[in-house]
């Protein structure tokens, strides 16, 4: 089994864990206040812990459904991408869902207290890929160049 090495950067700062056995993710929990409003949609979060990913993986920071479905916020860059060379302190880029007339209940404001999860965290492996020039594609597919809605509308 590869090993995931965290290191804690601020006092108080929690290591992230998985909430099951079978959970593909890590919490990722805040060790800051912040606080998100309709005047205050954006907001920067530290978790003040930092990860040592294994050689060829990439850590993938994703909004908690539960966050999203009952209080409109979500990781605004979604995913976030931890490179495999970054050694700083894990951060969180939090927006919140504009408010809207279909969605009235829980458009307010959003406090966020240290140890509070507030993503999660997915690490994958990625492909070691060579770019190269090429003057064409070696298999013309159906679709071609075909772009935004080119394979039919939502039904």
Same mark, same amino acid.
């Given at each position: 089994?590869?090993?995931?090495?965290? *290191?804690?950067? $601020? !006092? +108080?700062?929690?290591? #992230? &864990?998985? @909430?099951?056995?079978?959970?593909?993710?890590?919490?990722? *929990?805040?060790? $800051? !206040? +912040?606080?998100?409003? #309709? &005047?205050? @949609?954006?907001?920067?979060?530290?978790?003040?812990?930092? *990860?040592?990913?294994?050689?060829?993986?990439?850590?993938?920071?994703?909004?908690?459904?539960?966050?999203?479905?009952?209080?409109?916020?979500?990781?605004?860059?979604?995913?976030?991408?931890?490179?495999?060379?970054?050694?700083?302190?894990?951060?969180?880029?939090?927006?919140?869902?504009?408010?809207?007339?279909?969605?009235?209940?829980?458009?307010?404001?959003?406090?966020?207290?240290?140890?509070?999860?507030?993503?999660?965290?997915?690490?994958?492996?990625?492909?070691?890929?060579?770019?190269?020039?090429?003057?064409?594609?070696?298999?013309?597919?159906?679709?071609?160049?075909?772009?935004?809605?080119?394979?039919?509308?939502?039904?």
């Amino acid at each position: 089994m590869t090993e995931l090495k965290f *290191i804690i950067f $601020e !006092r +108080g700062a929690q290591i #992230p &864990t998985q @909430a099951t056995a079978g959970a593909a993710c890590y919490d990722l *929990i805040t060790n $800051e !206040r +912040g606080f998100l409003s #309709p &005047t205050n @949609a954006r907001l920067t979060l530290s978790t003040g812990v930092g *990860i040592e990913l294994p050689p060829n993986h990439v850590g993938l920071i994703c909004s908690r459904s539960g966050l999203a479905s009952k209080h409109g916020v979500f990781v605004l860059n979604a995913p976030g991408i931890i490179d495999e060379d970054y050694q700083g302190p894990i951060k969180v880029i939090l927006g919140l869902q504009p408010a809207n007339l279909l969605w009235p209940e829980d458009n307010a404001a959003y406090e966020f207290l240290p140890g509070m999860r507030i993503a999660q965290l997915l690490v994958m492996q990625k492909a070691s890929l060579l770019s190269v020039v090429a003057h064409s594609f070696a298999d013309v597919t159906a679709r071609g160049s075909d772009g935004l809605g080119s394979t039919g509308l939502c039904s």
